[in-house]
């Protein structure tokens, strides 16, 4: 039994046909004609699609159909993308539909976090879990929440929208999403950032290794958490600080759902097991006795978890 994937991203479109290990046994990728409308990115799927059927040698009748991940407000029981405000014309597309008719399969959509989160529940750091919660931690902070083994889509689409959670209700910061206090604004690489440009407008901070790098080229969240662990006083104070609202933003979701399992996905992982250490410990002490001890773990497929967690709505369990 095999199933397409289709993860349509801001910039590129990832395509994988994966078995029922969600092994890809074929993949495509195709630039994302974000600013050209709805029809240049069905098109541009459809290509992507067409590569990964191709490389796994199978005829499209063969697959059980097509799962499509959206980077957006998606309402997956109507088909409907509500809004995906990063791509230019996407206001309540009919996509489920308009992807069916053209590939001529079984078509499922959802959003690309919740996605991901069902990659890993069902094929990667999640496997045997029912319940678990992915954070998705970039630029901004995404999300998805998995419960008994489904995606939590919730009545408006936003289920799982866990970075705009609100962790700071005094002098919160701006987040992303034009509101305040957001974990987001805090844990998100650029609310990272935004925090160590602030702290080094303060003189007695310049001795810090970080006002050296921002003189030389653009800070990045990656610049804060290396020079954490080589001991600046500044850099290890903000990924403190890092630490702290995210392990905020998990003892909410602790104390909302009581899950098995807490994922944090995205290039954070790459902040290696100290700041995951950092992050369990700071829920030890915020979160209630009864979950306190539920497993905090970094994602395990990458990438990938978008485009095998969109297959994996059309594969049976
Ligand atoms: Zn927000």
Not at 48 to 58: K, R, T, V, Y
Not at 71 to 93: Q, S
Not at 205 to 213: C, D, F
Not at 276 to 283: A, C, F, P, T, W
């Amino acid at each position: 039994m095999m199933a397409l994937g289709i993860d349509l991203g801001g910039t590129s479109i990832k395509t994988a046909v994966v078995d029922i290990t969600g092994a890809p046994v074929g993949e495509g990728k195709e630039k994302t004609p974000a600013e050209d409308g709805v029809e240049a990115c069905v098109e541009a799927m459809l290509a992507a699609a067409g590569e990964a059927i191709n490389m796994a040698g199978l005829r499209r009748e063969q697959l059980t159909g097509a799962g499509i991940g959206v980077p957006g407000v998606v309402l997956p029981a109507k088909g409907l993308v509500v809004e995906a405000t990063n791509l230019t014309g996407w206001v309540n597309v009919p996509l489920r539909d308009i992807m069916s008719r053209r590939l001529g399969l079984r078509v499922e959509l959802a959003n690309d976090a919740n996605a991901a989160a069902l990659g890993e529940a069902r094929f990667g750091a999640g496997r045997n879990v029912k319940n678990l919660v992915l954070f998705t931690l970039g630029t901004g902070i995404g999300g998805g929440i998995i419960i008994n083994g489904d995606i939590l889509v919730g009545a408006n689409g936003m289920g799982g929208e866990i970075g705009h959670t609100l962790i700071e209700m005094s002098r919160p910061r701006p987040c992303g999403c034009e509101r305040f206090g957001c974990v987001e604004a805090y844990a998100g690489a650029l609310g990272i950032v935004k925090r160590a440009h602030e702290a080094l407008a303060e003189d007695w901070r310049k001795h810090s290794a970080l006002h050296e790098v921002a003189e030389r080229e653009k800070l990045e969240a990656h610049h804060v958490f290396d020079l954490a662990w080589d001991g600046d006083f500044l850099a290890k104070e903000i990924i403190a600080k890092t630490a702290h609202a995210l392990a905020a933003g998990i003892t909410n979701i602790l104390h909302t759902l009581d899950p098995e399992l807490v994922l944090l996905a995205g290039g954070i992982t790459k902040a290696g097991p100290r700041f995951l250490e950092q992050v369990r410990s700071m829920v030890g002490e915020m979160a209630l006795r009864q979950v306190r001890d539920t497993r905090v773990e970094y994602a395990l497929l990458g990438d990938k978890a978008g485009v095998t967690g969109a297959a994996a709505m059309v594969l049976a369990a």
